[in-house]
């Protein structure tokens, strides 16, 4: 479904990324771990189109999509939801699930069936059908911003911390839900720090430092990594 391939990627002449390889398949949930600064946000950002891949190549569904614009990347269903969440803050709930049916708005029996699953995913959410993004704690924003990128219509979803900053409950249901796209048939690429969780919630993991792959390999297999555990889970 995704392959990359010695990609290098980076702000201005600042490299971050260096020759990066990995693949996500069809059907899988793909974690990406590794502490700050190792450029996991920048290797989501330049799989998106908004950074710009200085060399290597990415190929999407058979694609290549390298230097392909941001928008049709989206088109093409690799929909990315960003650290920070992204919600716009004066829309509401409602509103703001609708930009993710942008481009077939018109389509209004779609987009109320597709607005309906993501309440199915969410249910606190339809609690707060009218309530303005800013009024919502944030786990709910983060809940907001999944749900949004669901309705995109996703063929690989792209997560960036989505357990940053939101109490262990509601993480508990985010990765809960994370499992439930994935038997929706959306394949799914997940930035995380919880390694605990990211581990526990993927197939595959891939652990980024220094803009360079160190490690990767099966989940149970990394999870019971010495260096893993003393790195990333206290051990």
Do not use: C
């Amino acid at each position: 479904m995704l392959r990359v391939e010695n990609l290098e990627s980076g702000y201005g002449k600042i490299h971050v990324l260096q020759q990066v390889q990995l693949e996500v398949m069809e059907g899988e949930i793909v974690s990406i771990l590794g502490a700050n600064g190792g450029g996991k946000t920048t290797l989501l950002r330049t799989l998106s189109g908004l950074n710009p891949a200085y060399k290597g190549s990415i190929t999407f569904m058979d694609r290549d999509i390298t230097h392909m614009p941001d928008y049709k990347r989206v088109e093409a269903g690799l929909i990315h939801v960003p650290e920070g969440r992204g919600v716009i803050k004066e829309l509401t709930v409602i509103e703001n699930l609708e930009l993710g049916a942008f481009r077939w708005r018109r389509e209004k029996e779609k987009v109320a069936r597709k607005i309906k699953e993501a309440f199915e995913l969410f249910p606190r959410l339809y609690e707060r059908l009218h309530h303005k993004g800013g009024t919502l704690s944030g786990g709910e924003q983060q809940m907001l911003a999944i749900a949004r990128g669901f309705i995109a219509q996703p063929k690989l979803l792209m997560l960036d911390e989505p357990s940053l900053g939101i109490s262990p409950i509601i993480t508990k249901e985010i990765f809960k839900t994370i499992r439930r796209l994935r038997d929706q048939h959306i394949s799914i690429l997940l930035v995380e720090q919880n390694v605990k969780a990211a581990l526990h919630v993927s197939d595959r993991s891939y652990v980024l430092s220094h803009g360079k792959v160190l490690k990767e390999g099966s989940s149970s297999e990394l999870s019971a990594d010495s260096d893993i555990q003393k790195m990333y889970m206290g051990a």
